[in-house]
Nanobody, 120 residues
Framework: VQLQASGGGLVQAGGSLRLSCAASGRTFSSDDMGWFRQAAGKEREFVAAISWIGSSTYYADFVKGRFTISRDNPKKMVYLQMNSLKPEDTAVYYC??????????????WGQGTQVTVSS
């Protein structure tokens, strides 16, 4: 599976962004998917995950109520809608395939990342 993340950019605090992750290659609809982020000088951290059918979603505590993960299997797309953004959300955001775990080592495939910068 090849993953291509997009949709990042510069936004003011309180604003919104929608990240997209396009998958190509082998069957996508059977893959659990996740989003992670990595701020400068920090370790990669779990943001959200979604089951292969989209019926179950998981979130880090710091994004609950602000971010929403979703997927469109026919289009081979996964999305992360981010609302009420805060400066501490600034990071490179990565999509990943193969698990719904909070542990990045459980994922098999990674996209290249998209930068999100939130100004105060």
């Amino acid at each position: 599976v090849q993953l291509q993340a997009s949709g990042g950019g510069l936004v003011q605090a309180g604003g919104s962004l929608r990240l997209s992750c396009a998958a190509s290659g082998r069957t996508f609809s059977s893959d659990d998917m996740g989003w992670f982020r990595q701020a400068a000088g920090k370790e990669r951290e779990f943001v959200a995950a979604i089951s292969w059918i989209g019926s179950s979603t998981y979130y880090a505590d710091f994004v609950k109520g602000r971010f929403t993960i979703s997927r469109d299997n026919p289009k081979k797309m996964v999305y992360l809608q981010m609302n009420s953004l805060k400066p501490e959300d600034t990071a490179v955001y990565y999509c990943a395939a193969g698990s719904r775990s909070r542990d990045p080592d459980r994922y098999d495939y990674w996209g290249q990342g998209t930068q999100v910068t939130v100004s105060s």
